[in-house]
């Protein structure tokens, strides 16, 4: 968590590291230490953008600047950002990968009715089908995690589609995807690993149908939102995610969220305990968040 003060106000921004992306908590604590003399100096969320690398670092500070702003202004954080207001969003649960009785059940017991199965085992239809079974009025989406061949891909969106699973996200590994070239599935593809900011809307073109937008990969909120932009503009359908979190973390998702084909924003839902006050969920319906929350 980073905090910035200014005439006694306090912004605050949170984000997760990830080892997938060479990512610790201690490098980007150096990181974020070492911007300490420029945000003093008065750096802005603007000259943030060209002062670090996007990533987990720059998204604590630079939502934190939001909310800060926020704070200043007394203006709620959307109205700053130029976005419509948050409004009761529904999120998907996620489900890890098990056995098929185990995701099954998992299912069975869900508080969303939007499922998104984490896959890359040996049994991976298997498991969709159990949980089909299981929850037969959820919605469902799958996310591969990079495990797959493309022809397990193919193989499974074939075998898929009876299941009525709504998006395969992330089938192959990032770099491999030049292999969906002229690759057609009945069921959308999502890029997630594979898709980061703007730089690479030319990995996405024509291979996949939704791009899965994290803070902590756009390196916060000032990044996303003209990723989101650009992404609309291009066609593309939107995934809004997270890494992981408390709701510090998730609230600055929100504002992109509104209009997005997918919203897994359950990381502060899946915690043992989350940050008081913090989002309300119920029934996988997020709230939309207080003041006292973020923003």
Not at 5 to 18: D, I, L, M, T
Not at 83 to 97: D, E, F, M, N, Y
Not at 113 to 126: N, S
Request: negative net charge; aromatic residues 4%; hydrophobic residues 45%.
């Amino acid at each position: 968590m980073v905090t910035v003060a200014e005439k006694g106000v306090v912004g605050r921004g949170e984000s997760s590291p990830n080892r997938r992306f060479d990512e610790t908590p201690e490098q980007s604590l150096r990181a974020i230490e070492a911007l300490i003399p420029a945000l003093e100096a008065g750096l802005d969320r603007a000259e943030l953008q060209q002062a670090m690398t996007a990533g987990a670092a720059r998204n604590a500070i630079d939502c934190a600047l939001w909310d800060l702003e926020a704070k200043l202004t007394k203006t709620r954080v959307w109205e700053l950002a130029g976005v419509p207001a948050p409004r009761p969003t529904l999120t998907s649960q996620t489900i890890g990968v098990g056995a098929p009785a185990t995701m099954a059940s998992m299912a069975a017991r869900a508080w969303s009715p939007l499922l998104k199965l984490k896959l890359g085992g040996d049994a991976d239809i298997e498991c969709v089908r159990a949980v089909r079974e299981a929850a037969p009025s959820a919605r469902i989406v799958v996310d591969a995690n990079e495990a797959w061949t493309l022809a397990q891909l193919q193989s499974f969106a074939a075998a898929a589609v009876s299941c009525d699973v709504e998006l395969i996200e992330q089938p192959l590994r990032a770099g491999n995807d030049s292999q969906l070239d002229g690759v057609r599935t009945s069921i959308p593809l999502g890029a997630d690993e594979s898709f980061h900011g703007l730089e690479l809307f030319e990995r996405t073109r024509d291979r996949y149908q939704v791009v899965n937008i994290k803070l902590d990969k756009t390196g916060g909120l000032t990044e996303a939102l003209r990723i989101k932009a650009e992404a609309e503009r291009r066609g593309l359908r939107i995934m809004v995610g997270c890494m992981g979190g408390t709701s510090l973390a998730m609230a600055p998702a929100m504002l992109l969220a509104s209009d997005a084909s997918f919203v897994d924003l359950d990381g502060a839902r899946l915690l043992q305990t989350d940050r008081s006050p913090g989002l309300r969920y119920d029934g996988g319906i997020i709230a939309p968040f207080d003041a006292d929350v973020w923003g």
